[in-house]
């Protein structure tokens, strides 16, 4: 994540009590996707972000840095690839898969520092800001229980027909696939049109995700989240 530290741009300013976001397009392409700074993290805020295509991604020591990137990584629910080796696991698997039951354990799960990552952007502020929204039903998590413990675990925000993932994070061999696949097929069931994953890895690749352009992106969100109740996971 850039960090306003040793990054020198101007991006605009976007007031902390009435944020009003800029055209999506006007993002930057280097870094890519940086809009604004500024605003809050009210839930009326969050959800215009989202529902704009924005979302916020900071570090501690930065101002809320919100982006749109021109390429997005999404995966579309009926392109889940579940591999025969992962059927047979989930198979055998004893774990239990819960939903909205854990939700803030999630969020904290996925904020632990990781051996692949410097540092996290799951600050206690954007814990509380998007444990509010799941107390709006806004945001929803699903989970991996194996004896009794939290295991794996993956958090979201759901708009119309549009499930935005945010983080995940697996414990044990497998939690992260099985989750994805079991998320994917609840939301196909759901009728939601798209998962927007935000940045591409190889795990979300192999697993049937793929890059749609901003435009492409953008347009998926108007037709899907305008007046269409949010689905439930």
């Known amino acids: 994540m850039p960090s306003l530290t040793w990054l020198f741009i101007v991006i605009p300013w976007i007031d902390d009590c009435q944020p009003e976001f800029p055209d999506p397009e006007l993002a930057l392409e280097d870094p890519d996707g940086l809009l604004c700074a500024g605003g809050n993290l009210s839930p009326t805020t969050l959800i215009e972000a989202y529902s704009k295509g924005i979302f916020p991604w900071f570090s501690n020591h930065d101002p809320i840095l919100w982006w749109s990137p021109n390429n997005r990584c999404v995966l579309f629910p009926q392109d ?3 591999s025969k080796s992962l059927r047979r696991a989930t198979k055998k ?8 039951t854990q939700f803030k354990a999630v969020m904290q799960a996925c904020a632990e520092p990781r051996q692949d990552d410097a540092g996290t952007w799951i600050t206690e502020d954007m814990i509380s800001a998007y444990c509010h929204l799941r107390d709006l039903g806004v945001g929803q998590s699903i ?4 004896d009794g413990q939290l295991v ?4 979201g925000l759901s708009l119309g027909k549009v499930f935005f993932a945010e983080s995940m994070f697996s414990r044990v061999p497998n939690a ?7 998320l994917a097929r609840r ?3 759901a009728g939601v049109a798209m998962i927007d994953c935000q940045v591409e890895n190889p795990h979300l690749i192999s697993m049937g995700a793929s890059i749609i352009n ?3 992106y953008l347009q998926i969100l108007r037709e899907q989240i305008i007046q269409t109740p949010a689905a439930s996971l």
């Open 176 to 182: 992260s696939k099985i989750l994805l696949v079991n």
């Open 187 to 189: 939301l196909e069931k």
């Open 152 to 155: 794996g675990g993956l958090y």
């Open 93 to 100: 698997s004893t774990a239990q898969i819960t939903v909205n």
């Open 214 to 216: 901003r435009q492409r």
């Open 80 to 82: 889940i690839h579940e």
């Open 143 to 146: 989970e991996l229980i194996q």
